[in-house]
């Protein structure tokens, strides 16, 4: 089973629409609630990302009998300096953003502490690529 997200950049009245659907199908489809919960947060954190800072980008969701892998793909600034960006707090969002709730600098690292895998692939001035794999 495959599924495929656009996500708008600044799209905030749509953001974590795809996350939602995906952990509505899940639930569906009978996966244990505290896998669909780790899936629905790194998911929504990799979402979220694309929405503040990438100007939007692609999300592919594939389900297998063993795994559930998501790649998402931006076409933003990139990642400048990874090990600095997957520590807690760290965040390039604005204050504006953080006004609105978000850029509380834990994206990456929630990503990684609720998938079984995580590559983070970044060219600067060319966006991010984001796999995120859980073991079913």
Known sequence: ???QFTV?????????????????TLKQLGLESSLVRRIGIAMYEAEMNMVIHAHGGTIWVELTDTKLTIVLKDRGPGIIDIDLAMQEGYSTASQEIRE???GAGMGLPNMKRYSDRLEVTTQVGLGTQIILEFNL
């Open 1 to 3: 089973m495959t599924f």
């Open 8 to 24: 708008d950049g600044n799209d905030f009245l749509r953001a974590g629409e795809a996350s939602t659907a995906v952990k509505r």
């Open 100 to 102: 609105l709730g978000f």
